[in-house]
């Protein structure tokens, strides 16, 4: 199996299986929210579009950020400790983000796409072996190359190749990362929470496909169960 790592800027370029990462938090929130009953979620990119759409969906419910914050006329921000507070269950949300959700909608060459974090990672790789791919291509969509990201993307692939590597090196660096430092403690309270669920390895059993309906990037969750062996 060959691997590739790409940004946001040149994802639109990965074909085959495309796995995009957001540690902190898009896809660690999406995780849990999924964990307390969300039955799908649609990615998009803009603001105004994820509340054009939240009126096109009845029931739906808008999450994500921008610039870490929740834009006005969001029901959630992008906290997974916000998130695991609510009831979902039954629910389809919409999300946006700065990083996480734009990796996804430029990846419009993958043949099979994927989101993930630390939270799905063991999920995540059974998934991707089932499909026997030649390639993987990993888009690191935080604004440090070499952060939490590539951390996470490293670690899945020491996975994908059969090793069983120590996961505390590579959960150490999302703790470390670099992006903190945006996210100061006094504009974002749960921060502290937040990142501990955000590295919360393997906290929850299933992978995150994403498929294209009707036009729509739709993710919903695959229990391992399900999941070929």
């Given at each position: 199996?060959?691997?590739?790592?790409?940004?946001?800027?040149?994802?639109?370029?990965?074909?085959?299986?495309?796995?995009?990462?957001d540690?902190?938090?898009?896809?660690?929130?999406?995780?849990?929210?999924?964990?307390?009953?969300?039955?799908?979620?649609?990615?998009?990119?803009?603001?105004?579009?994820?509340?054009?759409?939240?009126?096109?969906?009845?029931?739906?419910?808008?999450?994500?950020?921008?610039?870490?914050?929740?834009?006005?006329?969001?029901?959630?921000?992008?906290?997974?400790?916000?998130?695991?507070?609510?009831?979902?269950?039954?629910?389809?949300?919409?999300?946006?983000?700065?990083?996480?959700?734009?990796?996804?909608?430029?990846?419009?060459?993958?043949?099979?796409?994927?989101?993930a974090?630390?939270?799905?990672?063991?999920?995540?790789?059974?998934?991707?072996?089932?499909?026997?791919?030649?390639q993987?291509?990993?888009?690191?969509?935080?604004?440090?190359?070499?952060?939490e990201?590539?951390a996470?993307?490293?670690?899945?692939?020491?996975?994908?190749?059969?090793?069983?590597?120590?996961?505390?090196?590579?959960?150490?660096?999302?703790l470390?990362?670099?992006?903190?430092?945006?996210?100061?403690?006094?504009?974002?309270?749960d921060?502290?929470?937040?990142?501990?669920?955000?590295?919360?390895l393997?906290?929850?059993?299933?992978?995150?496909?994403?498929?294209?309906?009707?036009?729509?990037?739709?993710?919903r969750?695959?229990?391992?169960?399900?999941?070929?062996?």
């Amino acid at each position: 199996m060959i691997f590739h790592y790409v940004s946001n800027d040149s994802c639109s370029n990965a074909t085959g299986v495309v796995i995009v990462i957001d540690v902190i938090r898009a896809f660690s929130n999406a995780a849990y929210a999924f964990s307390v009953g969300a039955q799908s979620i649609t990615l998009v990119s803009g603001v105004d579009e994820a509340l054009a759409l939240r009126e096109q969906i009845p029931g739906a419910l808008v999450m994500g950020e921008v610039d870490g914050m929740p834009p006005k006329g969001f029901d959630f921000g992008n906290s997974p400790t916000e998130i695991l507070r609510q009831d979902l269950r039954g629910r389809h949300l919409i999300q946006r983000t700065g990083a996480g959700t734009q990796g996804a909608v430029r990846s419009f060459n993958a043949e099979r796409l994927f989101a993930a974090s630390f939270a799905v990672a063991e999920a995540t790789v059974c998934a991707v072996r089932a499909l026997s791919p030649g390639q993987v291509t990993f888009v690191i969509t935080g604004r440090d190359f070499y952060g939490e990201d590539r951390a996470c993307a490293e670690y899945l692939e020491a996975r994908l190749n059969g090793e069983t590597p120590d996961p505390r090196p590579y959960l150490d660096r999302a703790l470390n990362a670099n992006e903190i430092r945006f996210m100061p403690p006094e504009i974002f309270p749960d921060i502290a929470s937040d990142l501990d669920y955000c590295t919360r390895l393997d906290s929850c059993p299933f992978a995150m496909p994403i498929a294209r309906e009707n036009g729509r990037l739709v993710m919903r969750p695959v229990p391992s169960e399900f999941i070929p062996s």
